[in-house]
T-cell receptor, first 117, second 113 residues
Framework: SQQGEEDPQALSIQEGENATMNCSYKTSINNLQWYRQNSGRGLVHLILIRSNEREKHSGRLRVTLDTSKKSSSLLITASRAADTASYFCATDASSQDSGAGSYQLTFGKGTKLSVIP | DVKVTQSSRYLVKRTGEKVFLECVQDMDHENMFWYRQDPGLGLRLIYFSYDVKMKEKGDIPEGYSVSREKKERFSLILESASTNQTSMYLC????????????FGQGTRLTVV
């Protein structure tokens, strides 16, 4: 079953505003990752936060992780029209069957962000 | 540049046909994944492989099989295509172990008529 669940499903903001997307998950994780997908294309990795980290920054991106609440948020500051895309969280949990080192990467349904120029 | 290449961007097949979707990566990654993406359902894991000839079922393996004869190539097989398998199929690869990012191919939009 899908691990992550993003919220909101869709978000529309003006250029220059900040965009916040949330992700909730169900079970213990090794890390949580955020990906971006432009329409009809493959996904591109944005940032990874480990389960023992609380906050991480990368350029205009800020990710937080609260393992007690099983939730994460992605903040994009000073948004641009080019940030228009779908954003997915993905959780990385050990595979039960194949032993140490094998991990399933499970995605949520995504948040569709529209940044209006 | 690292690359995951899927053999087709668009594919149209008839119901009942056997369909092969090919994925090749040039990064020497151990893990490879096949997902399908449908509107409102996000990405769902079909199968993944952590080594040559090794495979594990994901969340929705029914109607699919996979083959990994070489490390760089992971094939998804639809034994008898059905209209409910019309979807976007995404292949990805990553290094062995946790805390590694996945690299995605450009996707194959499959239509079964």
């Amino acid at each position: 079953s899908q691990q992550g669940e993003e919220d909101p499903q869709a978000l529309s903001i003006q250029e220059g505003e900040n965009a916040t997307m949330n992700c909730s998950y169900k079970t213990s994780i090794n890390n949580l990752q955020w990906y971006r997908q432009n329409s009809g294309r493959g996904l591109v990795h944005l940032i990874l936060i480990r389960s023992n980290e609380r906050e991480k920054h990368s350029g205009r991106l800020r990710v937080t992780l609260d393992t007690s609440k099983k939730s994460s948020s992605l903040l994009i500051t000073a948004s641009r029209a080019a940030d228009t895309a779908s954003y997915f969280c993905a959780t990385d949990a050990s595979s039960q069957d194949s032993g140490a080192g094998s991990y399933q990467l499970t995605f949520g349904k995504g948040t569709k962000l529209s940044v209006i120029p | 540049d690292v690359k995951v290449t899927q053999s087709s961007r668009y594919l149209v097949k008839r119901t009942g046909e056997k369909v092969f979707l090919e994925c090749v990566q040039d990064m020497d990654h151990e893990n490879m994944f096949w997902y399908r993406q449908d509107p409102g359902l996000g990405l769902r894991l079909i199968y993944f492989s952590y080594d040559v000839k090794m495979k594990e079922k994901g969340d929705i393996p029914e109607g699919y099989s996979v083959s990994r004869e070489k490390k760089e190539r992971f094939s998804l097989i639809l034994e008898s295509a059905s209209t409910n398998q019309t979807s976007m199929y995404l292949c990805a690869s990553s290094l062995w172990g946790s805390h590694t990012e996945a690299f995605f191919g450009q996707g194959t939009r499959l239509t079964v008529v």
